[in-house]
């Protein structure tokens, strides 16, 4: 955007010359006791062009400016536009929670304290050229001060962005050791079951163990292998333990629950499985005319879990196989 001195100004000739196509760096120009500053505006984030600012010093002391006007107080109202985008910022870093919001105040930040600095380096040079100006050391002295706030804000904003970056970081790390963990348990338990699920899929094909059968007519143990039964007693005994020495009632026609039903009355009474024996009453008994039902309906549909072949009730005579009757043809 090229940037042209207003044609009422009067000033020396070297100075319209000395102005390109585009607005260039911040500078100051001194010629024939005028002096001419060039500045920007404050940058807006995103936008690499910069807008110019002319302020003129005729050899009289007088300011002229495009565009806050003719008097001493335009050099100081383009300061103050810094010094409130300054506090502006200062406010979002204090709101500022996560990274984006500090990303995006350090790229706010850094233009406008390059710009501020610039400021400075001509406001300086200026002083220099023009050394009985009070305006102008107080003006620059201004400028200091808000360059000074900028890199702090600017520091702050970095550091705010590095915490907050190595936190989420560390958060992750967090994160990921947990689901390693849980992974990891996740292992044992697949290590202990399946060896424990195939080992149960093979003692059931032995032992014909038909659990799913079981489970629905709550039959756990009738006509189930003496090894099996064997391993509840076990089980129970050293669950409520109770010593080997104690003998073993009878246990016929008694499922599994009946089984830990002794055991547990064995413990709580503190009396021997004998004894405890007179409490339970089994289901062969409390349904048994549900059991001789089921089981005459087993009766040569199912396989025998107790012996080998076709199960078979009590008594039960084995079928007879039918005699094939050949007719003759009619031809």
């Known amino acids: 955007m090229r940037l042209s001195i207003p044609h009422d100004w009067q000033v020396p000739k070297t100075f319209r010359k000395r102005l390109g196509d585009s607005v260039g760096r911040q500078r100051a120009m001194l010629a024939e006791g005028h002096l001419l500053l060039i500045l920007h505006e404050p940058p807006v984030a995103g936008l690499a062009e910069r807008t110019g600012r002319l302020f003129w010093r005729d050899p009289e002391g007088s300011w002229r400016s495009k565009p806050f006007g003719d008097n001493p107080q335009a050099l100081m109202r383009h300061v ?135 489970r629905e007519h709550g039959l756990h143990g009738i006509h189930t292998p003496q090894l099996f039964w064997c391993l509840i007693w076990r089980q129970y005994r050293d669950h409520f333990h109770i010593p080997d020495s104690q003998s073993r009632p009878d246990d016929s026609h008694w499922t599994g629950a009946e089984i830990k039903s002794c055991c547990r009355l064995a413990a709580l009474l503190d009396v021997p499985l004998t004894q405890a024996a007179h409490h339970v009453v089994p289901v062969a008994v409390t349904a048994s005319e549900a059991v001789d039902k089921l089981r005459s309906w087993a009766s040569g549909r199912c396989l025998s879990a107790s012996a080998p072949g076709i199960f078979r009730k009590d008594g039960e005579p084995l079928p007879k196989a039918a005699r094939r009757m050949q007719r003759p043809s009619n031809n």
């Open 80 to 214: 103050s536009e810094f010094g409130d985008r300054v506090e502006q910022l200062e406010k979002e870093w204090q709101s500022a929670a996560s990274a984006a919001d500090y990303y995006r105040l350090v790229q706010t930040v850094a233009p406008l304290h390059r710009t501020v600095r610039h400021l400075y380096v001509v406001l300086q040079e200026a002083r220099e050229l023009i050394p009985d100006d009070r305006d102008l050391i107080n003006v620059r002295d201004h400028v200091g001060e808000i360059e000074r706030a900028l890199e702090l804000l600017h520091g702050d904003a970095r550091n705010g962005l590095d915490y907050t970056v190595a936190h989420q970081a560390e958060k992750q790390s967090q994160r990921s050791y947990e689901m390693a963990v849980a992974a990891h348990r996740l292992n044992l338990l697949a290590a202990t079951f399946f060896p424990l699920a195939t080992l149960s899929s093979v003692y059931a094909a032995v032992f014909g163990m038909m659990l799913a059968h079981e």
